[in-house]
């Protein structure tokens, strides 16, 4: 991993960081904001005071990447969450790590031992229940690349209220931690997971890499569907979308809260706003002190600035 200066680290092709507010404990340093440009470079501006200190620790932070499912395992009665991993190939399952596991670790010091000081956790969001086949065998979402809620932690890794007792574990420890965001496609269409609507996503073409837009506005594969982030016109919600909300008793709450988001904001209903509005609720409600981007260089540049402002 290669970081680039002020608050700011390329983590992987076509990814990059950028810290969000200052959320950790009293004593930590305002953070910087920041954006990585293309080139890999960094961008800084709307600098706070006590800037060079934010750049000091991110230019010397030690960064441990964790796939949550496969790290530790602290909570057993979440293994089977949603009935998924039947017949799942070799490593292509749930294999039962979450967030309590990983809440243990940090509060026995492991992190600490290692001179850890900040971590980037897969993503944690509600992933797709059913499975499909890439070339791999049978796989599911343990990963958390293929996103169904964008609002609900998967049931598979814990609850809020873990995710909540993670973060704090980490503050209390001084590290900080990295919330990996997904933005560019949703999860695979399965026969549990209906399709989200056209105006939502585009199924095609395949990306081939050739220029801008054959890189930009495709799919990764043929199996992701990618988020219209270049599009402006307003759309609906997902009709499952709104049912999943009503199944769950959260529906008008969830509404209300977008009502306000839009009407604050001035955004029209967009999928990449509904998004970013989603990802953002995340820092402000349980203190996340970045965002890693997954598949950065396959949408706009834009649409990662407009993270970053809407989150600090």
Excluded at 91 to 117: C, K, M, N, P, Q
Aim: hydrophobic fraction near 40%; proline fraction near 6%; charged fraction near 25%.
């Amino acid at each position: 991993m290669r970081l680039a200066i002020a608050a700011a680290a390329l983590v992987g092709a076509g990814s990059w960081l950028s810290t969000a507010r200052s959320t950790g404990p009293a004593r930590e340093p305002p953070v910087t904001r920041a954006a990585v440009n293309r080139a890999g470079g960094a961008t800084v501006t709307g600098a706070a005071r006590g800037a060079p200190a934010a750049v000091n620790f991110w230019n010397g932070a030690t960064i441990y990447f964790l796939l949550t499912d496969r790290f530790r395992d602290g909570d057993s009665t979440n293994d089977h969450a949603l009935g998924r991993s039947p017949g799942a190939a070799t490593l292509r399952g749930f294999e039962g790590g979450d967030l309590a596991g990983l809440r243990r670790t940090i509060e026995e010091g492991y992190f600490d031992s290692l001179g850890v000081t900040a971590i980037w956790m897969t993503p944690f969001v509600e992933q797709i229940r059913g499975s499909v086949d890439e070339g791999s065998g049978r796989t599911y979402g343990y990963h958390g690349y293929w996103t169904r809620d964008w609002t609900a932690v998967d049931p598979a890794l814990g609850t809020k209220r873990d995710l909540h007792a993670v973060i704090d574990a980490a503050h209390r420890h001084s590290i900080r931690v990295i919330m990996d965001a997904v933005i560019n496609h949703t999860g695979p269409v399965t026969p549990a997971d209906p399709p989200w609507p056209r105006t939502w996503v585009r199924t095609g073409p395949n990306c081939t890499y050739q220029d801008y837009r054959t890189t930009v506005d495709c799919t990764l594969v043929a199996t992701l569907p990618d988020v219209r982030t270049d599009h402006d016109t307003p759309v609906a919600l997902p009709r499952a979308l709104l049912a999943k909300w009503g199944r769950e008793g959260r529906q008008r709450r969830e509404l209300a809260s977008l009502d306000a988001f839009f009407h604050r904001t001035g955004f029209p209903r967009a999928p990449r706003y509904y998004i970013i509005k989603w990802l953002t609720d995340w820092v402000r409600e349980f203190g996340f002190d970045g965002y890693r981007i997954d598949t950065a260089k396959h949408f706009g540049e834009a649409v990662s600035a407009e993270l970053k402002r809407e989150a600090v």
